[in-house]
T-cell receptor, first 113, second 115 residues
Framework: KNEVEQSPQNLTAQEGEFITINCSYS?????LHWLQQHPGGGIVSLFM???GKKKHGRLIATINIQEKHSSLHITASHPRDSAVYIC???????????????FGQGTTLQVKP | DTAVSQTPKYLVTQMGNDKSIKCEQN?????MYWYKQDSKKFLKIMFS???????INETVPNRFSPKSPDKAHLNLHINSLELGDSAVYFC??????????????FGPGTRLTVT
C-alpha cells in the first residue's frame, strides 16, 4: 500500500459540477502539496499547505492533520480543468529525508462541456 | 523567462547508448531534484542536490549519475540505456531542501524513449 493514496483514480464530470479529489497519507508530514499536470505534460504546483484551508480562484484545498487527509475541490468546473491532479507529502522538518516528496498515484480528471 | 528549463524535451535513442539531460533554474533556489515519471504517471524522486551537494540518492541504478556544476544547474547522465529507462524525467527546484517554504517548481519534462 502506498504511503499516499488518492481517490478517485479517474473522474469524469460535466462542466459546472463541483469536484472533490481526496488524498490520504500514512506518514508524518511537514506539508502537503497539490500539483496539476496538464495533457501537455508540464507540472504546476497548485497549493502547499500544512494546516487549514487555502483558496485560489475556483480551487480550494483543505487538510486535516489529525485525520491525515486532504481534499482538493474545484467549483464550477470547466473543460480546461481537465488534467491529472497529484497529491504529494513532504517529510517532517529536520528528518533525514528533508525535501523528499512522496507522491500519490494521481487522479485523472476529465470535464466534459 | 522560463523558471526551470530542461533540454532536450524529447530524446529517442537506442539501447546501450549514453545520454545526458540538462536542467537549469533561474529562481535562485538552493535545491534541485530529478524525478522519474513512469507510464502510469507515477512520480518518484531520484536525486536531490542542495547547493551542489547530493542530499537524496534513492535506489537508482548506478548507470544514472547526477552532476551539479553550480546550484543553478543539475544534469542527469545515463549510461548504457535500457528499455526500462523509457519515461518522462522532470527536474525541479525549491528554495530550501525542507521546511515550510519548499514549494517545488518543475521543469517541462524530458520524454526519453529507448528503442
Amino acid at each position: 500500500k502506498n504511503e499516499v493514496e488518492q481517490s478517485p483514480q479517474n473522474l469524469t464530470a460535466q462542466e459546472g459540477e463541483f469536484i472533490t479529489i481526496n488524498c490520504s497519507y500514512s506518514v508524518g508530514i511537514s506539508a502537503l502539496h497539490w500539483l496539476q499536470q496538464h495533457p501537455g505534460g508540464g507540472i504546476v504546483s497548485l497549493f502547499m499547505l500544512s494546516s487549514g484551508k487555502k483558496k485560489h480562484g475556483r480551487l480550494i484545498a483543505t487538510i486535516n492533520i489529525q485525520e491525515k487527509h486532504s481534499s482538493l475541490h474545484i467549483t464550477a468546473s470547466h473543460p480546461r480543468d481537465s488534467a491529472v491532479y497529484i497529491c504529494a507529502v513532504g517529510p517532517p522538518w529536520g528528518s533525514s529525508n528533508t525535501g523528499k516528496l512522496i507522491f500519490g498515484q494521481g487522479t485523472t480528471l476529465q470535464v466534459k462541456p | 523567462d522560463t523558471a526551470v528549463s530542461q533540454t532536450p524535451k524529447y530524446l529517442v535513442t537506442q539501447m546501450g547508448n549514453d545520454k545526458s539531460i540538462k536542467c537549469e533554474q533561474n529562481l535562485g533556489h538552493d535545491t534541485m531534484y530529478w524525478y522519474k515519471q513512469d507510464s502510469k504517471k507515477f512520480l518518484k524522486i531520484m536525486f536531490s542536490y542542495n547547493n551542489k551537494e547530493l542530499i537524496i540518492n534513492e535506489t537508482v541504478p548506478n548507470r544514472f549519475s547526477p552532476k551539479s556544476p553550480d546550484k543553478a544547474h543539475l544534469n542527469l547522465h545515463i549510461n548504457s540505456l535500457e528499455l526500462g529507462d523509457s519515461a518522462v524525467y522532470f527536474c525541479a527546484s525549491s528554495l530550501l531542501a525542507g521546511g515550510p517554504t519548499y514549494e517545488q517548481y518543475f521543469g517541462p519534462g524530458t520524454r526519453l524513449t529507448v528503442t
